[in-house]
């Protein structure tokens, strides 16, 4: 690409903004509320066109920054990375500030404002429902509390954060009205500059995304209506099929409990429900959010020394949540990725380790039940009558009077209403988290014990944390805060007035589910259960996360060596395990009509990828939904979590005879080919009638894309959204694609090498490095990321050292005073 075609380029998406610009405006003040007037956007000087003409980097250029203490020079390579060479580590955290608020302020301003709960302040009343629930449960009250012990003790993380926030303030404050990002402009709102309570509000964020589950009162209630036998068989916690992240015992010990694990679950109906049903920014925990991690020993490596591979499965939007950064200075020479608004890298290597994540999925919120007074000023506890701390808060909104809320407190944490009663809320992100520390002493670890002593700060949000090194040690970690109980276990809704409800302290660090260098010579992560049975501690229940862990084991178990490419490989990986489970149910089963044993024998004759090409992965799809149909067909299911697809595969292959099995509306007792048949015959009819019947003409493609929406996820917004666009892929596969349209997947792809010196790393993220709608680096790595390319992760380690085709700018910061 020449120097003139990103311009060209950022022009020709202006034109097509200002095209579709009216309807957009339109659009945005019906559903989001009172936006500002069409007139200044199309202004030739200042509107759009101006805003597209910032869309790319100047070539070489300097400027003053009033924070540094020294210069700074700043090398954008051809996918616009900036690689930041400073002299102090300092220095290099208030340029990453700079930069990210260069490229991604949009972004920088709305992740803490989610966590907040302060969407409606620029949204308008359509916000005001998404406010009320963030606020509720507890997100900006944690944030606070954190962001206060933080100011209090000082220390490393006020430090990173002052740094990063003096290079995100500075650009904010050299902006014109004029020169803001396209979001603010249309909004017509101005970011608020950056504190140590933003930082600890997208550290909240990530909180919610990856742990705040409303699913305790399903449990609570198929347990209730199962009973205890049945509910644990079909909700086990330790589930069937899964190969756990620890191949043997952790090391460490933690006593075994030997409370009854009975007496702190509530004994009431457990009716109601807590949701954020039609909050689109505020979903929570949902499978499909995992990732995956794999680490291959030297003595399994085709390169002689240990390879690194993740990919974390989350949100794919426009911006993409990660933002790519390489960071050199005396002490310290990172490539990674971090979440604009975190003042330090998340994911990353430098020239001795690298690491990945996924996440745990432990049980580190509970639900409590509370009985209230008359008034609902005070709850029953152990006996007697607590007062709720009651605080009054105001929700400003636009274009509308503020809205008065009242946020309600207990010894437990946030009370919430449901429509069934109060209930109280324990989570970890209520906790104080020092992540933010720890993130950065694992950029500057040189071994792996510096890299532990780093783990040692993780709190919040629980991950299984993955290391490989130039050391040759690889090892994993399910790393953070797990709650010990009083009384045992989490699981359900918990009786808020026993005290068997209470925290009494956390896991200890080396009692955490880890392994370090087994025989088996790799270790891998795909969010299923951590351990086997025999680990003395509860972590959590149902874990669903199964055909992952079965497919990533297989394909390392089953080659003496892997190389680059390979590890590659298995990220693109979409081998359908459901199928591998089904072939021996189907290969013996007679007795089919024609159309039925026409799909049976086309599944039995297909590989199991899941390729847009093909025809059997629709019918595959269909299949296994009219499997669960006619199998938990029962009333006790209905509008609540159905037991895990493992179970299913188990139940067919082991116990065909088992009840669940059979009907309730038909006189026969129906076993496993009896469902099997139903289910065929059914599917056979849904795909006839939707697609008409030739088999052959169907396509997976035609049937399963990939979107990527605007970070808002605003449809109003739907011309910064790209796709969709087919992609192959299936529930569960190790390239995560579980919704005929997804929205969910890798968000960022890493493969590292530690024969080299320095490690070689190669990575990419759906989306592309600006935030600016206009710029060609907005979407650069869609067409390559839906092909499961790489890019080559350049870590020079001096200015010049990429060549003028790798370069797509420079520029040298200098401090005020010169």
């Known amino acids: 690409m020449t120097a003139s075609q990103p311009v060209k380029s950022a022009l020709l998406r202006a034109g097509l903004f200002l095209a579709l610009g009216a309807g957009l405006v339109v659009a945005l003040s019906t559903r989001l509320g009172t936006v500002p007037p069409l007139g200044h956007l199309l202004d030739p000087d200042d509107g759009l066109w101006r805003t597209a003409r910032q869309a790319v980097p100047a070539g070489t250029t300097s400027l003053a920054l009033p924070a540094l203490e020294d210069s700074v020079r700043i090398v954008r390579d051809e996918r616009g990375v900036p690689h930041i060479f400073a002299t102090s580590d300092r220095d290099a955290l208030v340029a990453l500030g700079y930069v990210v608020a260069q490229d991604r302020l949009f972004q920088l301003d709305f992740i803490p404002r989610v966590a907040a709960g302060r969407l409606a302040e620029v949204f308008g009343p359509g916000s005001v429902r998404t406010d009320r629930f963030l606020r509720s449960i507890g997100m900006d009250w944690g944030a606070r509390r954190n962001a206060r012990r933080i100011q209090e003790e000082g220390g490393v993380e006020a430090d990173l954060i002052a740094a990063f926030a003096a290079g995100v303030n500075a ?47 399903d449990y609570a209630r198929l347990r209730e209506r199962l009973g205890e036998e049945a509910y644990r068989a079909l909700y086990p916690l ?29 004994s009431q109906p457990a009716d109601g429900r807590l949701t954020s049903e039609g909050l689109a920014v505020a979903e929570g925990f949902q499978e499909g959010k995992g990732s995956n991690n794999w680490a291959v020993h030297g003595s399994r490596s085709a390169t002689g020394a240990a390879l690194l591979a993740g990919d974390m499965h989350l949100s794919v939007s426009l911006p993409a949540i990660w933002y790519e950064a390489h960071l050199v200075t005396p002490s310290m020479n990172a490539y ?63 274009g509308a009077p503020p809205v008065i809320d ?65 050391d040759s040690i690889i090892a994993i970690r399910s790393t953070g805060y797990m709650p010990l109980r009083a009384g045992g276990t989490g699981e359900g809704l918990l009786d808020g007035a026993s005290p068997a409800g209470t925290w009494t302290g956390r896991v200890p660090f080396d009692a955490l589910p880890h392994a370090i260098d087994p025989d088996q010579g790799y270790l891998t992560s795909t969010n299923q259960v951590p351990t086997s049975a025999e680990y003395p501690h509860y972590l959590g229940h149902d874990w669903r996360s199964v055909f992952r862990s079965r497919r990533i084991d297989t394909l390392l178990r089953g080659a003496a060596r892997h190389g680059v490419d390979d590890m590659k490989r298995y990220q693109a990986d979409v081998d359908a395990v459901q199928h591998e489970l089904l072939v021996p149910l189907l290969d013996t089963l007679t007795g089919l009509p024609p159309r039925p044993d026409t799909l049976r024998r086309r599944l039995l004759r297909w590989d199991g990828r899941t390729t847009v090409d093909r025809p059997e992965p629709l019918v595959l799809d269909v299949l296994l939904d009219r499997i669960e149909a006619v199998v938990w067909d029962e009333p006790v299911f209905e509008g609540l979590k159905r037991p895990a697809s493992a179970m299913l595969f188990e139940m067919l292959r082991a116990s065909p005879t ?71 892929g299936f529930a569960s596969t190790l390239s995560p694609a579980g919704d005929r349209q997804t929205t969910h997947s890798a968000s960022w792809r890493m493969v590292v090498d530690f ?51 790798q370069v797509l700018s420079s520029t040298t910061l200098l401090p005020e005073s010169r």
Not at 182 to 198: A, D, I, K, M
Not at 380 to 391: K, P
Not at 671 to 689: F, H, I
Not at 758 to 767: A, L
């Open 658 to 728: 088992s009840t669940w099995l059979d009907r309730p509306a038909t006189p026969e007792r129906e076993a496993a080919a009896d469902v099997l048949r139903l289910a065929l015959a059914q599917t056979a009819d849904t795909l006839a009638a939707r697609h008409g019947w030739d088999p052959s003409a169907w396509r997976w493609g035609d049937h399963h894309t990939i979107v990527f929406r605007h970070l808002t996820r605003s449809s109003s917004l739907r011309p910064l959204w790209r796709g969709p666009v087919e992609y192959p």
């Open 336 to 398: 990674g990725v971090t979440i604009p608004g975190a003042p330090v890298l998340v994911e990353a290597f430098n020239d001795h380790l690298g690491w990945a994540f996924t996440n745990t999925g432990g049980d580190v919120l509970d639900h409590y039940r509370l009985t209230l007074d008359a008034d609902s000023a005070a709850y029953r506890y152990d006996g007697a009558w607590r007062s709720l701390e009651m605080v009054v808060d105001t929700i400003r909104v636009r």
């Open 238 to 266: 330790h589930p069937p099929l899964a190969v756990p992240i620890v191949p043997s015992e952790p090391r460490g010990d933690v006593q075994k409990m030997s409370v009854d694990r009975q007496r702190a679950r509530s």
């Open 406 to 470: 009242t946020l309600r407190y207990s010894h437990w944490g946030p009370v919430v209403q449901t429509d069934s009663g109060a209930v109280a809320l324990q989570w970890t992100a209520h906790k104080q988290s020092r992540t933010l520390q720890a993130l950065w002493a694992m950029s500057r670890a040189t071994s792996y014990d510096t890299f532990e002593a780093a783990l040692r700060d993780w709190d919040t949000p629980m991950q299984n944390i993955l290391y490989a090194g130039a």
């Open 171 to 217: 650009h904010i404050d050299g902006l014109r009205d004029e020169d803001l990002p396209f979001e603010f402009r249309l909004l017509g709102y101005r970011p608020e500059r950056y504190t140590v309570l933003h930082a600890t509000r997208v550290l909240q964020y990530m909180n919610y995304d990856l742990t705040f589950r409303r699913d305790a009162f």
């Open 755 to 805: 024969s080299t010196a320095p490690p070689t790393g190669y990575g990419i993220y759906p989306g592309g490095q600006s935030g600016n709608p206009f710029s060609p680096y907005y979407d650069l790595h869609l067409p390559a990321y839906v092909q499961f390319e790489h890019y080559d992760l350049h870590r020079p380690r001096a200015p010049d050292d990429l060549n003028a085709a």
